[in-house]
C-alpha cells in the first residue's frame, strides 16, 4: 500500500466492504413474501455500486471478486442467469411445484453452469467477435419478430396447447375454472336492492329473508348452487377479496372494497326483512397480511381481526338478525394439490404421496381464527357456527379426493363437489332442512 495514499486506500477498503456486506444482507434478509422489486432493491444495488467505486486496488476487489474462479462465474453470469431458471423451473413442475433438493439440485446447479458455458463459448463469444452490420441486425430483428408474432398466434389459436395444459385435470377442476356469464353473476332483484359492485348479486326470489355474504369462496359455491334444481330463499353476494368489516382493510390493498362493504351494511341497517345472515369467507386469509383498523391504528392484525368480529356480532344482534358463520374448510399445503393430481408430463414423485392433511398441520391463521370464532360465538345466541371439518373430514384427517372426486380447486377454495358435500351443512343450519 502506497504511503502517501493510505487515506484513499482505506476508503476503498471501507466502501468496498460496505458494499460486499449490503449484497450478503440482501441474500439472506430480503425474502420472497417481501413486495420486490420497492426500496429493498436499492441494497443489493447500491452494494454493487459501492463495490465497483472502491477501484480495483481495494483488498476483496484484488484477491477475492478479481481472482480467476470469480473472474470465470462473472464472464458466464448472463446466460447462466438466462439458463437457471427454465431448468429449475422444469423440474420443479415435474415434482408438483416443490423446489429441487439433494442431488438432484447439485446435478441442476451443475447443468446450469455447463450450459452457461458452453453458451458464452459458441454463442456469446463468436457474436462478439463478428463485426455487426446494418443487414444482420435487419436479420436478426425480422427472425426475432416472426418467431415472436407466431409464436403467440399459434398459442391463441390452438387447441392442443390448452389440452396439454389441462391434460390430466379433473373435470371438477375444470367446471369452476369457466367465468360465468353476466346473466348468471347478477339479476335484477339483487342489483335493485345491493347495487353494484360485487362479482357475483343473485336472488333466488323477489324477497328473500336469507343473505348469504362472502369473498370468492361464495363466488365459487355459487357456480355449484346455481345448477341445483331447488334452492330455498335467498340474496347471494360474492366479491373476491370482500373484507366484511366496515372500518377495516388489508393494509396492502389500501382499502379496496372498504366503499363497498360501507354501502352493504348500511343497505343492511335499513332491512329488517332480512333477518338471517350467512358469512362464508376466507377467514385465515383476514389475517394472512397486515390489517388496519379506521378505529385505532395502534392495533395488530389480531386484536382488529378479534375486535370487529365482536362489533359485527354486537351490531348484528341489535338489528335482530341471526348470524349463520361457516368456518374455514381445511386448506391445503401449498403443493398438495399438484402432488395430488399428477398432471405432470414426467412426474419425478415418489408414488406413495399421501393425499390429506392432517388437522394438527394446518396453518397458524386457520387454527387463530376457528379456535377465536368458536369461543366467541359462545357468548351470542344469534350466532351459529357451521363446522365445515365434520364434513370433509374423519379421524384427525382431511382428504384432498372424497369417493373419488377431487374436494378443491387450489389450497384454499372447493372444488364444484367439495361445495356439493358442504351446501347440505350450511341449508340444515340456517332453514332447516
Not at 32 to 41: H, I, L, M, Q, T
Not at 77 to 93: K, T
Not at 131 to 159: C, D, N
Not at 208 to 218: E, F, R
Amino acid at each position: 500500500m502506497p504511503t502517501n495514499e493510505g487515506g484513499s486506500y482505506i476508503i476503498d477498503n471501507f466502501l468496498s466492504c460496505i458494499g460486499f456486506s449490503l449484497i450478503v444482507f440482501s441474500i439472506f434478509f430480503i425474502e420472497e413474501v417481501d413486495s420486490f422489486p420497492g426500496w429493498k432493491a436499492c441494497l443489493p444495488t447500491i452494494g454493487a455500486v459501492l463495490i465497483i467505486a472502491a477501484g480495483s486496488e481495494a483488498f476483496l476487489n484484488k484477491y477475492i471478486f478479481a481472482n480467476k474462479l470469480a473472474v470465470f462465474i462473472g464472464l458466464i453470469s448472463y446466460p447462466l442467469y438466462l439458463w437457471h431458471w427454465p431448468i429449475i423451473c422444469i423440474f420443479r413442475n415435474n415434482l408438483a411445484g416443490e423446489i429441487p433438493s439433494g442431488w438432484l439440485m447439485c446435478l441442476l446447479i451443475l447443468s446450469s453452469f455447463l450450459l452457461a458455458y458452453l453458451t458464452y463459448n459458441f454463442v456469446e463469444r463468436p457474436m462478439r467477435s463478428k463485426k455487426a452490420t446494418w443487414s444482420l441486425v435487419l436479420v436478426l430483428f425480422v427472425v426475432l419478430l416472426i418467431v415472436s408474432v407466431g409464436s403467440k398466434q399459434l398459442i391463441r389459436h390452438s387447441q392442443s396447447i390448452e389440452k396439454v395444459i389441462d391434460n390430466g385435470i379433473p373435470d371438477s377442476l375444470l367446471q369452476l375454472r369457466e367465468d360465468l356469464d353476466e346473466k348468471e353473476k347478477s339479476d335484477a332483484v339483487c342489483k335493485a336492492k345491493f347495487g353494484e359492485g360485487f362479482d357475483v348479486c343473485r336472488a333466488t326470489s323477489h324477497n328473500p329473508s336469507v343473505l348469504i355474504l362472502g369473498d370468492s369462496h361464495t363466488h365459487v359455491m355459487w357456480k355449484y348452487l346455481k345448477t341445483v334444481n331447488e334452492l330455498p330463499d335467498f340474496y347471494l353476494l360474492g366479491k373476491d377479496a370482500f373484507f366484511t368489516f366496515k372500518d377495516a382493510y388489508h393494509i396492502k390493498r389500501q382499502g379496496k372494497n372498504n366503499d363497498l362493504a360501507r354501502h352493504f351494511w348500511s343497505v343492511i341497517e335499513n332491512s329488517p326483512e332480512i333477518d338471517s345472515i350467512v358469512l362464508r369467507s376466507y377467514w385465515g386469509n383476514y389475517l394472512a397480511q397486515s390489517l388496519h383498523s379506521d378505529l385505532n391504528s395502534a392495533w395488530n392484525s389480531e386484536e382488529i381481526f378479534q375486535y370487529h368480529w365482536r362489533e359485527t356480532f354486537k351490531t348484528l344482534k341489535a338489528l335482530n338478525k341471526k348470524v349463520f358463520v361457516v368456518l374455514d374448510n381445511p386448506v391445503l399445503p401449498p403443493t398438495l394439490l399438484k402432488r395430488c393430481i399428477r398432471t405432470q408430463r414426467v412426474s419425478l414423485l415418489p408414488d406413495n404421496v399421501e393425499c390429506n392433511v392432517n388437522i394438527n398441520e394446518m396453518r397458524y391463521t386457520y387454527k387463530f381464527t376457528r379456535e377465536f370464532l368458536i369461543k366467541e360465538a359462545a357468548h351470542w345466541d344469534n350466532v351459529t357456527l357451521i363446522d365445515l371439518e365434520k364434513e370433509l373430514c374423519q379421524n384427525g384427517k382431511c382428504p384432498v379426493w372424497l369417493n373419488g372426486e377431487l374436494l378443491y380447486v387450489d389450497d384454499n377454495h372447493l372444488s364444484f363437489y367439495g361445495n356439493k358435500k358442504i351446501w347440505p351443512l350450511i341449508q340444515k343450519a340456517v332453514w332447516g332442512k
